[in-house]
């Protein structure tokens, strides 16, 4: 079995895959103040809760955006499991060609969904993560990792919005039933939202008409990326699991398994 960890700036995903299926999946709170030791209770607390003996997983593959939690998850994996995972990292192999003035810049997450996007969907793709940021790659015909776009997520957005203004409070990020809001707790919803939508349908726009690929296939994911998604024709399918698709394939170009 494969232990595929993709580590955001707000989220853990992790996943268990046997042979080409995904059996488990969960998610935990980005910490990073956890030890070696937490991050290996939490793993093996997870495989027992899913009757998964450590002894079947035989390789593991870690995507991540935060160093300090990547060290220590390393750590984790060598100390109980006995294995030394594969880093996405510059270098790694993925099956798809950075055409950025400086590929070491990219994210290992914009990477491995770009892989996932290419690879399950074809090329030309447009992959859009929404993340804690929310980024828009374009991966072109060729499997080349053409240009990116990065702006804030909804959560920054929200945070700032009830954070820097005095009588504005925390909300629940939800699309209302109507963008003519009568208060201020849907007023805000409304404008996070259906600001959102707008700038994802313009930002798509935008990358088809200067790339010229505008027949872009459009692949969304990301934990609030179906509020998104499910409100726009602009995005062709929503995928919550694309990354840790794209660590299985990165891990199988790589023969994690067979190394």
Do not use: H
């Amino acid at each position: 079995m494969l232990l595929v960890i993709d580590v955001g700036n707000t989220n853990i995903t992790v996943g268990i895959y046997d042979q080409t299926e995904l059996i488990v999946n969960f998610r935990i709170t980005t910490n990073q103040s956890r030890t070696a030791d937490e991050y290996g209770m939490i793993l093996l607390d997870f495989l027992n809760i899913n009757n998964i003996s450590k002894d079947k997983i035989k390789g593991a593959i870690i995507s991540t955006v935060v160093p300090k939690i990547m060290y220590f998850l390393k750590q984790s994996i060598n100390k109980y499991f006995n294995i030394n995972p594969l880093m996405v990292e510059a270098g790694t192999k993925t099956g798809i060609k950075i055409s950025a003035v400086n590929p070491r810049e990219i994210g290992a997450d914009r990477i491995v969904d770009a892989v996932a996007g290419y690879k399950i969907y074809g090329g030309p793709v447009i992959v859009i993560d929404f993340g804690t940021a929310i980024t828009y790659d374009l991966i072109t015909s060729d499997g080349s990792f053409a240009a990116g776009v990065t702006s804030p997520g909804l959560e920054i957005s929200a945070n700032a919005l009830w954070s820097e203004t005095a009588k504005l409070p925390e909300i629940e990020i939800k699309k209302p039933d109507s963008i003519l809001a009568k208060e201020t707790v849907t007023s805000m919803q409304a404008g996070l939202v259906y600001g959102c939508i707008g700038q994802t349908e313009y930002i798509i726009k935008k990358i088809k008409e200067e790339s010229g690929f505008l027949d872009a296939k459009v692949i969304a994911t990301g934990g609030l990326g179906y509020i998104i998604a499910e409100s726009t024709d602009s995005i062709d399918i929503y995928d919550p699991l694309l990354t840790l698709k794209g660590l299985k394939i990165i891990a199988d170009l790589n023969k994690v398994l067979g190394r």
